[in-house]
């Protein structure tokens, strides 16, 4: 019997301290009475696994000889403060108190999570200075969140040049920037100045009025669209007679604006490009809200009215001129109702 406890003793970790040491006998159980030798064993057991429990120290092997040399629980060691995600929080903090959702702009434009606080604080300081307030400087960052990873050194030859070389009166020069923020993160040598020479060039001279075309690409942008109406049937003199005229072209978009326009105009108006060369305006005009309406409505009368007549006018006036000519004689050819190159032909 001693010897089958023996066994099963060493198949266990068996420390060799007495539990009775650090627990106070009533804790134990009761003796066995039947088997004294195997219910001692099994009361050592028990104690051993709960002392485990109880104080959480491992133990060196599985025949560590006294509790007093068992190592002392080591300290936790602190992790040093990781500067790179420190400036992290601190900038995510810094942008949420001036009303910027940091996430949202580095969805936008990744780069804002390297770019660094004291230069963010200085761009915000320098925008301050100028005048713009809280709510202009959100709107900016929103439209333009690149203006988040520019330096100050950066951003004040775009002020520079406005003033000086695109004569920008000093009291507009937050009105031009809310409406083209963009210009702010624009290089004046590789960008800015480039296409100021070429509208220049191009006859367009008072471009303090046209300042958000000053970020577009020449080759990119501006010259495409002038090669546009060149395909579809004018000179080039007469093309950019149109973009000197109304040099807002420049910013409408050939797939979405110009062909689906110009369609319109030679295939259901049967209009002469002559009219648009004289009235280039006419691709400002919303084809489905006012071109189509308009067009369709002098077609169920039997009129035609010039371009800028059929589309500048407002609607309470477009409608008393369509009564007056309906109800009146043929207007002499001083009247603005005059127009002889308008062929008037049954809806589709």
């Known amino acids: 019997m001693h010897q089958e406890t023996i066994h099963f003793l060493s198949s266990s970790t068996k420390p060799s301290f007495s539990p009775s040491s650090f627990l106070p006998k009533s804790s134990f159980f009761p003796p066995h009475h039947d088997s004294p030798s195997l219910s001692r ?20 092997s599985h025949t560590t000889p006294e509790l007093s ?30 009303g910027l959702d940091f996430f949202s702009l580095i969805n936008q434009y990744p780069p804002i999570v390297s770019a660094s606080l004291s230069d963010v604080k200085s761009t915000v300081d320098y925008m301050t200075s100028l005048g713009f307030t809280a709510i202009e400087f959100r709107r900016i960052a929103g ?7 520019s330096r100050v050194s950066d951003i004040v030859p775009v002020f520079t040049f406005l003033l000086r070389e695109v004569c920008v009166n000093g009291s507009d020069l937050k009105r031009v920037i809310n409406r083209r923020p963009r210009l702010l993160v624009c290089s004046v040598n590789q960008q800015l100045r480039p296409t100021l ?13 046209h300042t958000s075309l000053l ?35 420049f910013n409408y978009s050939v797939k979405h ?21 004289e009235f280039p305006q006419y691709f400002s005009f919303s084809l489905e809200n006012r071109i189509k309406p308009r067009h369709q409505c002098c077609v169920e009368k039997g009129v035609c009215f010039p371009l800028p007549v059929l589309l500048k006018t407002r ?6 001129r369509l009564e007056v000519w309906c109800n009146s004689s043929i207007p002499l050819r001083t009247s603005p109702l005059w127009y002889t190159n308008c062929h008037i032909h049954s809806n589709v």
């Open 197 to 209: 020479y070429f509208l220049q060039s191009i006859g367009i001279y008072e471009l303090n009025k």
């Open 215 to 249: 970020s577009t690409s020449v080759e990119e942008k501006l010259i495409p669209r002038i090669e546009y109406f060149e395909k579809i049937g004018f000179s080039h003199r007469d093309a950019v007679s149109m973009f000197r005229r109304f040099p807002q072209l």
């Open 143 to 149: 439209m333009c969140p690149e203006i988040l990873t």
């Open 257 to 277: 604006n110009f062909e689906p326009k110009f369609d319109y105009f030679v295939v259901e108006m049967r209009r002469d490009l002559r009219e648009l060369k």
């Open 69 to 98: 040399s068992m190592s002392p629980p080591s300290r936790p060691v602190l992790q040093q403060p990781n500067p790179r995600r420190s400036q992290f929080q601190e900038k995510m903090l810094y942008l949420d108190s001036i």
């Open 41 to 60: 064993s099994k009361n050592q057991l028990f104690h051993v696994f709960s002392l485990k429990a109880a104080i959480s120290l491992p133990l060196k």
């Open 315 to 320: 609607e309470a006036q477009f409608q008393e």
